[in-house]
């Protein structure tokens, strides 16, 4: 009935849940996660959502979390019985630079308001990579993570943009150019920039002087 999936979006004090209902009779009268730091201990019950008559994937972003080691399982409650996803687990580390981050000085505006993310940007071939709920929500979409199928949906109004880990994108299921996809770097999941932001209808300038990316609506 449920199954729990890889942890995503890990920076230095938060961490996205993941799990999914595989199938569904009847109504769901809640679903979500347990969650704790002891392998024994998952007794911090976390509720995503209530009243559901589809099976789909869920996600709960947590933060304010400390280093260490977290386990966590999804469940599903219907009119007769309790369903439990494996239990699975996560490490906090502490946040370092790497050889791929962006430059200190890039910034991200959208229709001249500062953008901040909780992990810096990266940089792969060329392209600008940010964490994608930061942006994603940014734009006003909202964001689902499918853990068996590894690939973001994001919707907004009639908009559908989906992105796979290491692979393809399609906006309203077709097929879009995509130079460098989405990926998980050190548990972080990571879309590119501009791939996002015109896939939402946005026109997307590099000021070089200025270190600064300007995404611009388009009414």
């Given at each position: 009935?449920?199954?729990?999936?890889?942890?995503?979006e890990?920076?230095g004090?938060a961490?996205?849940?993941?799990?999914?209902?595989?199938e569904?009779?009847?109504e769901?009268?809640?679903?979500?996660?347990?969650?704790?730091?002891?392998?024994?201990?998952?007794?911090?019950?976390?509720?995503?959502?209530?009243?559901?008559?589809?099976?789909?994937?869920?996600?709960?972003?947590?933060d304010?979390?400390?280093?260490?080691?977290y386990?966590?399982k999804?469940?599903?409650?219907?009119?007769?019985?309790?369903?439990?996803?494996?239990?699975?687990?996560?490490?906090?580390?502490q946040?370092?630079?790497?050889?791929n981050t962006?430059?200190d000085g890039?910034?991200?505006?959208?229709d001249?308001?500062l953008?901040?993310f909780d992990?810096?940007?990266?940089?792969?071939?060329?392209r600008?990579?940010?964490p994608?709920?930061?942006?994603?929500?940014?734009?006003?979409?909202?964001?689902?993570?499918?853990?068996?199928?590894?690939?973001?949906?994001?919707?907004?109004?009639?908009?559908?943009?989906?992105?796979?880990?290491?692979?393809?994108?399609?906006?309203?299921?077709?097929?879009?150019?995509?130079?460098?996809?989405?990926?998980?770097?050190?548990?972080?999941?990571?879309?590119?920039?501009?791939?996002?932001?015109?896939a939402?209808?946005?026109?997307?300038?590099w000021?070089?002087?200025a270190q600064?990316v300007?995404?611009?609506?388009?009414?």
């Amino acid at each position: 009935m449920v199954k729990t999936d890889e942890a995503t979006e890990l920076s230095g004090d938060a961490a996205t849940l993941n799990g999914q209902m595989t199938e569904c009779y009847g109504e769901i009268k809640e679903y979500g996660f347990y969650f704790g730091t002891e392998l024994t201990k998952t007794d911090q019950k976390i509720i995503v959502g209530e009243k559901e008559y589809v099976a789909k994937p869920f996600s709960k972003r947590i933060d304010q979390l400390k280093p260490g080691t977290y386990f966590y399982k999804a469940f599903a409650t219907n009119a007769t019985d309790t369903g439990y996803g494996p239990l699975m687990e996560f490490t906090i580390k502490q946040t370092s630079g790497d050889n791929n981050t962006a430059p200190d000085g890039i910034k991200v505006k959208l229709d001249d308001q500062l953008l901040t993310f909780d992990v810096q940007p990266s940089i792969s071939n060329g392209r600008t990579l940010v964490p994608l709920r930061g942006i994603f929500e940014a734009l006003g979409a909202n964001v689902s993570w499918d853990g068996a199928a590894r690939k973001i949906i994001a919707t907004r109004g009639d908009l559908e943009i989906t992105l796979v880990i290491n692979g393809a994108a399609n906006i309203n299921g077709v097929i879009a150019p995509l130079d460098e996809p989405a990926r998980i770097v050190s548990g972080r999941t990571l879309v590119p920039l501009r791939f996002v932001s015109e896939a939402m209808q946005c026109k997307v300038d590099w000021n070089g002087a200025a270190q600064t990316v300007t995404i611009t609506s388009i009414p």
